[in-house]
Structures are given as structure tokens and as C-alpha cells.
Nanobody, 123 residues
Framework: QVQLVESGGGLVQAGDSLRLSCAAS????????MGWFRQVPGNEREIVAA????????YYGNSVKGRFTISRDNAKNTVYLQMNSLKPEDTAVYYC????????????????WGRGIQVTVSA
């Protein structure tokens, strides 16, 4: 069992940067694939970025490629999402998730989810 807690969200202006963190507690973090997702009310949840257990493989959604970077520190049980050049359309609740399989996971079927954190980008 893994518990996930997101932090680092908030209100920023277009063009600004934010770094989200997701702290994991419990066992197994270093063997799990991790992902960041986002959801706007009324829309489906979409994958933003994913990373495999060792950090050597990553995936990005088309809308964030070149602007966002996912990384992880297994010694700190934490995964990060560096978000640069933020746009108003990045406004959403961002979720961190863990998948028990360690390989890169680009679907929505993750095993553990955080409660989410709001990111708001003003024009």
C-alpha cells in the first residue's frame, strides 16, 4: 500500500513555472511506475506524464511536451513535475498516481492515487 500526497500547486500567471511534488509513504515506491494526471471539471482525466521505476523512461502528453518534465528521487520517495511556460489551458486539478508494475505506464489504470492539487494559470 502506498499513500500519495501532492504539493506545490497554486495560482500563477501565463508563462510562469511551478514544480509539483508527490511524496509517497508506505512500501514499494522505488519499484513502482509513477504518473501525473490532470482533470478539468466536466472533462475526462488525462495523462500528463509518466516515468518508470528507475527513471530512465518517460512519457509526455502531446499538450505538455517540451514544457513539462517528470522526474523522481527514489531515495526521497518523491516524484516531481516541473512545469514551465504554463498556459491557461494547463489549469486543472493535478493528480499523482503509482502503478505496481515498474515499467512505463501510459494508461489510466494506476493502482494508487493522490487526492489532487489545484493548478490555476491566469492569462
Amino acid at each position: 500500500q502506498v499513500q500519495l500526497v501532492e504539493s506545490g500547486g497554486g495560482l500563477v500567471q501565463a508563462g510562469d513555472s511551478l514544480r509539483l511534488s508527490c511524496a509517497a509513504s508506505g512500501h514499494g515506491f522505488s519499484t513502482y511506475a509513477m504518473g501525473w494526471f490532470r482533470q478539468v471539471p466536466g472533462n475526462e482525466r488525462e495523462i500528463v506524464a509518466a516515468i518508470n521505476w528507475l527513471g530512465g523512461s518517460t512519457y509526455y502528453g502531446n499538450s505538455v511536451k517540451g514544457r513539462f518534465t517528470i522526474s523522481r528521487d527514489n531515495a526521497k520517495n518523491t516524484v516531481y513535475l516541473q512545469m514551465n511556460s504554463l498556459k491557461p489551458e494547463d489549469t486543472a486539478v493535478y493528480y499523482c498516481a503509482a502503478h505496481r508494475a515498474g515499467g512505463l505506464q501510459v494508461g489510466l489504470q494506476y493502482d494508487y492515487w493522490g487526492r489532487g492539487i489545484q493548478v490555476t494559470v491566469s492569462a
